[in-house]
């Protein structure tokens, strides 16, 4: 048995670097595994019906931070599917991303997006219904790192610019409001789907709060365990930006099908496969489709509530900054 | 409570030594099977929890095979290396007296007694883009990290010390004498050390390398640092646990390290029939 | 001899002087405000803590193993000797996992220790299990070969002088063991302070709470925060070091020891 275990794996070892045949890298952020575990044979089957050529796309996940800086270290990523903008705009000031990376592909280069949502456990028993519910002192709240994954920072944010509207812009109330909201927090892990395991497997927590294309994905997957969805009255607009990292496409030669990987998700196939997966997308065909999917809500950007990511950068995740001040005083 | 009746202290003596050896052995049986025994037997029962075939799934699952193969050729790899490194170090230790001795002996330990984590740090700040070297690498399209020669140098790191370790005393303790007569029988540095260095530290060299060995393929820290999490490319056995823990796949996870869990005790046998004979 | 001192220079030392010279880049004041910064302590301390509480329980274990192992003879006894080295041969992300898994709340010791008001998982307690379960073998392994060669003679004079058993333990056996004993706890120290794969799964790496130093300074890698990662693991290399010299003049004392009575 174990002999012929052995012998499968050197033949896998060695027959892959045998082929000739296009390979690309995708490195992407934590709870993309079973998108894209999905996405990437519907695109083989597509280049290889449009150029006759075989196509292997290799997946790295983690949080898109920490993903973006071993990219930077020499992760030879040939493209990027991260969930901030940030991210991105850290690699092209290390030149390995065109600055204009935003005008590279339509909608700000972000083929979908999704929203911070609640995922609560059966039946709703602490009757969580929006963001006020979770800073009760009876409710454990389980999110991942704020300083290391970009599904917390949205949370973050999103829970600020709740608490912004809600207090009239009362920026002291907002810090207040999300002050208590990290003391509710048992346990940070570092990246979204380390916070899911915590939530679904170790069972801590009352509520989890990630991407709706998680809490949609983990409800359908622990059917057994009832997992209810909660979508909040309002969240944030979450961007999901791609980019061909140039140098290293460059190098390998694989600009090409890297271009064409990253059409691939504005297309009505992988529009679809990206909705079933639950993340909103753009294509009004296959909005009109899952319209049931994705309840209505009020829905803020970064660039409304804040002014951009670059003053979100310096006023709250700077070293010292608003995140740091409530992040730490729990 | 009949042993109080008992009047003369001579038979008093032999009933209390029973008693106090039961309890102490009683103890150390019950906090090895809760400390050691069942976490152990325990991944077993969670990675044949679905059964048989659903194992055996997981288990061939190309991603876990990958992983399999790409841990068995790391440690093919190190092992070998660190053989030779063990026994040329201690070799040079024991035999010759010269300057910095004392600070080799310190660097060899080094990397027994840090976190591998910093081992992981290390090799970035040094082969990363923005290391010492890393620019120099990066113009000629050298990669280290995030690919095999990354792990292996990370895994050689922390598997350093361990031939040394095992050998070095040996060596020490035995002398040069055997050796000299060999030398004055007028026998090459080969030979002698052919026939007569390494028959003496058989038995350490080879618990040395089966440690070196179950630390090879175990190692998780360093390697995290440095692989970069490519699936089925530069994940080892014991990131991939990690990877399908967080794929939601526990079963797979437990699956993955029972095979390590196998390899360990198979470790645990070989060593116990090495004591014996050393 | 050259080749032996070339692969330890690439393999060991250019790695820690890329360290060093990163920690000597970021200055002296620097240096010390990221040391000194809450965070940084709070998992320094942790780490100190949680290491300490698993030493403490290995040092009284190992003695209880070893003991158990030399002097008594009982069925299963070669079993439980192999079993001793069970931590050194699994890999620690396995201990992790398993650990882990039996902790938790719905674990099995979960659900005994959980409704007592125990918590294990996520917790200091959680650390420290991890800590002491790498680290097992490093008391029992060293006392063991020296309980072995003690001459009972001099267990015997004591007891005909009339010493009680725990006297003849206090004043005759322990102070024979002490340098090795001490040898093996210092280990048990390091490899606990190092010990990384199975304390992630089972910490909760709760910042300020249960988030040990070398985690801090992967994490501080994954803040892009370079000089934080460095700063820290310099920190944690120059107590590896301090505890390396100080097990090495034990070491040397035991040897010494060990000269006299022979």
Redesign the interface.
Known sequence: MKSRLLAAALALGLAAPASAQDAILNVSYDIARELFAEINPAFAAKWKADTGRDVTVDQSHGGSSAQARAILEGLPADVVTFNQVTDIDVLAEGGLVDPNWREAFPNGASPYYSLPAFLVRADNPKGIRDWDDLVREDVKVVFPNPKTSGNARYTYLAAYAFALDKNGGDQAAAQDFVKQLFANVPVFDQGGRAATVTFAEKEIGDVLITFEAETGGIAAQYADKNFVRVTPSLSLYAEFPVAVVSENAAKRGTEEVSKAYLDFLYSPEGQRILATRFNRVHDEAVKAEFADSFPELKLVTVEEVFGGWDKVKSEHFAEGAILDQVFVNQ | MSAHADPAPAALAPRESRLVPRLLIGLALLLTAVFVVVPMAYIFHRAFAAGYAVFLTNITEPNTLHAIWLTVLTAVIVLPVNIAFGVAAAWAIARFTFPGRKALLVLIEIPFSISPIIAGICYLLLYGRNGLIGPYLLANDIQILFALPGIVMVTMFVTAPFVVREVLPLMQAQGSEQEQAALTLGASGWQIFRRVTLPNIRWALLYGAVLCGARAVGEFGGVSVVAGKIRGQTNTLPLQIELLFQDLNVTGAFAAASTLTLIALVVLVLKTLMESRR | ?G???S??GV??????I??V??GAEIGPARFWAITTA??TLAALQLTLLAATMATIFNAL?GL??A???V??E?P?K?I????????????????G??????F???G?YGAILEPMGLPV??TIWGVAIAM??TS?PFVIRAVQPVLEDLDPQYEQAARTLGAG?FTIFARVIFPAILPAFLVGVTLSF??S?????AVVFIA?????KTEIA??L???R??????NG??VI?LV??LI??L???VS?LLQARALRYKGKTA
Do not use: H, Q
């Not at chain 3, 439980?80 to 201990?95: K, M």
């Open positions: 001899m080749v032996t001192l692969y330890l393999i060991v030392l250019l790695p820690v890329a360290l010279l990163k809450p965070r274990y209880l193993m003991w158990v192992l002097r008594y009982f299963g070669r439980l000797d192999a079993l001793v080295d069970i931590p050194f041969a699994l890999p620690t992300a396995v201990a996992l398993a650990l882990s898994a039996l938790a709340a719905n099995w998982v996520f002491s379960f097992i058993r390091a490899r302070l190092g010990e990384f794969g909760g790496n709760l910042p300020m070398s985690l300074a992967v994490i890698l994954e803040e892009y925060d370079y990662a460095a693991a944690l290399l590896a070091l505890l390396l010299v090495n």
